[in-house]
């Protein structure tokens, strides 16, 4: 066994980083809509769905919980490009939101922007706290 405090890491050659990424994450407080996306997991999945269609980018599998009658949905739908999460509080009109998007051999950015901009007013939240982080 070799003894790891003799292993010297070896520096990576100084070429651009190819997965980069868009990372925006939404705190959606006081959401008026249709009440099918806080409460039907069905639903909001298909929904989801469309939306990454029509974002340009490409759903690779998805799964989507309800918590029973009156209770919120969380769900995820996997991306080519990364991921979409979404949880639903409806007894506070509440909704986190996480798209995420590599850029490894194309700029998703904006097709990352479009599908948050898209599910964003489709909750239609009073109170929105966005977050953009650029990931390297």
């Known amino acids: ?49 469309e939306r990454v269609a029509a974002a340009g980018l490409t759903a690779v599998g998805s799964l989507f919980h309800s918590f029973g009658e009156g209770g919120g949905v969380t769900g995820v739908v996997v991306l080519a490009e990364s991921h979409l999460s979404i949880h639903t509080w409806p007894e ?10 590599c850029n490894y051999t194309a700029n998703n950015r904006p097709k990352a922007q479009k599908l948050f901009d898209d599910l964003q007013a489709a909750f239609n939240p009073k109170d929105p706290h966005l977050h953009r982080v650029d990931r390297a």
């Open 92 to 101: 506070a009109g509440y909704v986190t939101l996480d798209v995420y998007v």
């Open 1 to 49: 066994m070799k003894n790891l405090q003799s292993v010297v890491p070896i520096a990576p050659a100084a070429t651009p980083r190819k997965a980069t990424g868009l990372h925006l994450i939404g705190d959606l407080y006081g959401c008026l809509c249709d009440s099918r996306l806080m409460l039907d997991a069905e639903y909001l999945e298909t929904f989801c769905k």
